[in-house]
């Protein structure tokens, strides 16, 4: 079974950091593209950053550059976002997702991703 398993998230104050994590298992993870998702009450899932785990290059929303870092671990299939900076507009919950490279792009096109984590909850005060 594929499984994409968050942690990390929490309650900080504005102007702090949270950093999340993403294990994944279940598929072969060089082939696959990985992001994180952010979804805010009554809001529209939105993309964060994505990355390509083949050569770690990597891609961020506006609103996450400059503050947030997604990287990842092959040698774990773990995938991170470190978030700085934090505002109270980053109150989300924040899910991971993977999806075959070859259907990476448009990246923040959320019906383009095949898996999903569980969500784990930011919020920012």
Aim: with cysteine; hydrophobic share 30%.
């Amino acid at each position: 079974d594929v499984q994409l398993v968050e942690s990390g998230g929490g309650s900080v104050q504005a102007g702090g950091s949270l950093g999340l994590s993403c294990a994944v298992s279940g598929i072969s993870y060089s082939n696959y593209c990985m992001a994180w998702f952010r979804q805010a009450p009554g809001q529209e899932r939105e993309g964060v950053a994505h990355i390509y785990t083949s050569d770690h290059s990597t891609v961020y929303a506006d609103s996450a550059k400059g503050r947030f870092t997604i990287s990842d671990d092959s040698s774990k299939n773990t995938v991170y976002l470190q978030m700085n900076s934090l505002k109270p507009e980053d109150t989300s919950m924040y899910y991971c997702a993977a999806t075959p490279r070859w259907r990476c792009t448009p990246w923040a096109t959320v019906s383009l991703w095949h898996y999903w984590g569980q969500g784990t909850q930011v919020t920012v005060s």
